[in-house]
């Protein structure tokens, strides 16, 4: 049985810093697309990054590119997100998802279409100002 879970979120000031953590469990193959996702009530969820764990190539969103870094551990199962220079507009709660990808460009693909086939529960970040 495949696992997702998240950890890491909580409340910061603007301008501050949170690390999240997602752990995969379950899947036996290495070559995985992991994508963190966001959403807050009443918005549609938003992709903010994803990397292929036997890749080079990190995706991001717009809104956070230069502040916000994703990297694995592949010996640890597990996907960061390291967030910098926070702003209120990033509070959400922040999903990570995975699935089994082929390559790097088949990852920005999957991250594009929010196409994954196993999700987390969530953890979440508020930025106050």
């Known amino acids: 049985q495949v696992q997702v879970v998240e950890s890491g979120g909580g409340s910061v000031q603007a301008g501050g810093s949170l690390r999240l953590s997602c752990v995969v469990s379950g899947v036996a193959y290495a070559n995985k697309c992991m994508a963190w996702f966001r959403q807050t009530p009443g918005k549609e969820r938003e992709g903010v990054a994803a990397v292929y764990t036997l890749g080079f190539t990190s995706h991001y969103a717009d809104s956070v590119k230069g502040r916000f870094t994703i990297s694995q551990d592949n010996a640890k199962n597990t996907v960061y997100l390291q967030m910098n220079s926070l702003k209120p507009e990033d509070s959400a709660m922040y999903y990570c998802?995975?699935?089994?990808?082929?390559?790097?460009?088949?990852?920005?693909?999957?991250?594009?279409?929010?196409?994954?086939?196993?999700w987390g529960q969530g953890t979440q970040v508020t930025v106050s100002s």
């Open positions: 998802a995975a699935r089994i990808g082929g390559t790097d460009g088949h990852c920005a693909t999957l991250f594009q279409r929010a196409d994954f086939a196993w």
